[in-house]
Nanobody, 119 residues
Framework: QVQLVESGGGLVQAGGSLRLSCAAS????????VAWHRQAPGKQRELVAA???????NYVDSVKGRFTISRDNAKNVVFLEMNSLQPEDTAVYYC?????????????WGQGTQVTVSS
């Protein structure tokens, strides 16, 4: 059984920073692509940033230059460093990972962590 657990969310003022973590646990052979998504109230979930197993990254335009996704493959942890946060970044942030475990590949989601940016 594989679990993804996000942490690091909270309340921050505009212009501030937060660092989200997504820790994977279980009988993991390999973690391929990992992505952070977010969903604001009344809006659809959107892809924020993604990173491949080789370290290639991509970002939604609205966070380019402010957010950085990285990963520690040895610890099965992915980070999302968020700087210059704005009220429009307020959302529940979810981690999503393509995981090889017990000979099977499957997509997993975490439970989400709330990020609230006050103006």
């Amino acid at each position: 059984q594989v679990q993804l657990v996000e942490s690091g969310g909270g309340l921050v003022q505009a212009g501030g920073s937060l660092r989200l973590s997504c820790a994977a646990s279980g009988s993991i052979s390999r973690i391929n692509r990992v992505a952070w998504h977010r969903q604001a109230p009344g809006k659809q979930r959107e892809l924020v940033a993604a990173i491949t197993s080789g370290g290639s990254t991509n970002y939604v335009d609205s966070v380019k230059g402010r957010f950085t996704i990285s990963r520690d493959n040895a610890k099965n942890v992915v980070f999302l460093e968020m700087n210059s946060l704005q009220p429009e970044d307020t959302a529940v942030y979810y981690c999503n990972a393509a995981v090889m475990a017990s000979g099977w590949g499957k997509d997993y989601w975490g439970q989400g962590t709330q990020v609230t940016v006050s103006s």
